[in-house]
């Protein structure tokens, strides 16, 4: 392990106004975004929306890693270039998605586990072969505004996460460790802090324990947010203060870069909300962008399935990659949407 090779990756990934694209939705998630745009999710149509991705002009200013699905870890262009070579070229570190997904974990029906770990050491094997040089575990936790989640779950998430990122750092490959709690439901904002919290403390004790090194991941956390179906809902200054005060309580400064997930955040107000963050800066980490959502939503919208719609798609992504660049800054304002 070569943890110098793998500060340098995440640092590369996080450079200045930069941040990622993930690109990953396994394929029932894909097929659930393509058919609110009425497009059939076929492996054709997921190549050739991915290669729309990846070859909008411009984004590599502000994308410093995409992160893909197996199936598009081993597809190609048009003209036959290879995804990860592609955006290699581009200057762009290509990764991947490792985990399996998530499943009700036993006898706590209500709180998720995540699959995935049996054969992954060989599986990074293979995806270091196939040009992979990062990866991705999404753990899942539920909570609401009591019991939810259970001590065990966190435990059982935590520990999994730390198993994913030892075998990584052991393969050579940068983890980026995600552990989610979810915006679903009615809880406040306070209770949001105080779960993201028991997480990420659980999550860095159990990372230490298993002798991962912290300069070698990224860590990609929910904003602390108040869950959608909450009748009061938070400010964008109230979200990066409850954000930075949690993380900087519980994420050691050797961590290089804390990308945040979406998460249903509308596109603008992840972007608002990172602007915000950064506008307090400097902080002891890289304080940037891991957005699916947030950065695919206008692009779906526009594209639509229509080849004659691909240029407008790709503009719409610029737009959003630009803006998230300036958020890196502080240096965004809600009003340049209009603008444009
Ligand atoms: P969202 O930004 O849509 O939450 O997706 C990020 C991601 O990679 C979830 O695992």
């Known amino acids: 392990m070569n943890i110098?090779?793998?500060k340098s990756v995440a640092q590369t990934i996080v450079a200045m106004q930069k941040g990622v694209l993930a690109a990953d939705e396994s394929s029932p998630t894909i097929k659930k975004r393509f058919e609110s745009i009425n497009v059939e999710s076929s492996e054709e149509n997921r190549r050739r929306y991915r290669e729309i991705l990846?070859?909008?002009?411009?984004?590599?200013?502000?994308i410093g890693g995409v992160i893909l699905f197996d199936e598009t870890l081993r597809q190609s262009t048009r003209e036959g270039i290879p995804f990860p070579k592609l955006l290699s070229n581009r200057g762009i570190v290509p990764g991947i998605k490792?985990?399996?997904?998530t499943k009700a974990l036993a006898l706590f029906p209500d709180d998720k586990i995540t699959e995935g770990l049996d054969g992954l050491a060989d599986r990074l094997v293979e995806y270091r072969d196939l040009g992979a040089q990062f990866a991705k575990w999404r753990a899942v936790i539920n909570i609401d505004d009591r019991s939810l989640p259970s001590m065990y779950a966190i435990r059982a998430n935590a520990h999994q996460l730390?198993?994913?990122?030892?075998?990584?750092?052991?393969?050579g490959l940068?983890?980026?460790?995600e552990p989610e709690v979810l915006m679903d439901g009615a809880h406040d904002i306070e209770r949001c802090e105080e779960v993201t919290a028991q997480v990420l403390e659980a999550v860095f004790a159990e990372l230490n324990a298993h002798r991962v090194a912290f300069e070698g991941i990224l860590l990609k956390p929910n904003m602390v947010?108040?869950?959608?179906?909450?009748a009061r809902q938070a400010s964008v200054q109230e979200v990066a203060e409850a954000t930075l005060r949690c993380l900087k309580r519980y994420v050691p400064a050797a961590v290089p870069g804390i990308v945040f997930l979406s998460g249903g955040q509308s596109?603008?107000?992840?972007?608002?909300?990172?602007?915000?963050?950064?506008?307090?800066?400097?902080?002891p980490w890289e304080v940037s962008f891991s957005y699916g959502r947030a950065l695919q939503a206008p692009v779906l919208a526009a594209w639509a399935g229509d080849e004659s719609?691909?240029?407008?798609?790709?503009?719409?992504?610029?737009?959003?990659?630009?803006?998230n660049g300036l958020a890196r800054d502080g240096k965004y304002a809600r009003s340049m949407e209009c603008a444009t």
């Not at 730390?162 to 393969?171: D, H, I, T």
């Not at 940068?174 to 460790?177: A, D, I, S, T, Y």
């Not at 596109?267 to 902080?283: E, K």
Request: with cysteine; aromatic share 4%.
């Open 4 to 6: 110098d090779e793998l």
């Open 54 to 62: 990846f070859t909008a002009e411009g984004i590599e200013r502000h």
């Open 98 to 101: 490792v985990d399996k997904g």
């Open 162 to 171: 730390a198993r994913y990122a030892a075998m990584c750092q052991e393969a």
């Open 174 to 177: 940068l983890p980026v460790v």
């Open 225 to 230: 947010i108040p869950g959608k179906k909450c």
């Open 267 to 283: 596109d603008v107000d992840a972007t608002d909300h990172l602007n915000a963050m950064n506008a307090m800066g400097p902080q």
């Open 309 to 323: 719609n691909v240029a407008t798609a790709q503009k719409a992504l610029l737009k959003r990659c630009h803006f």
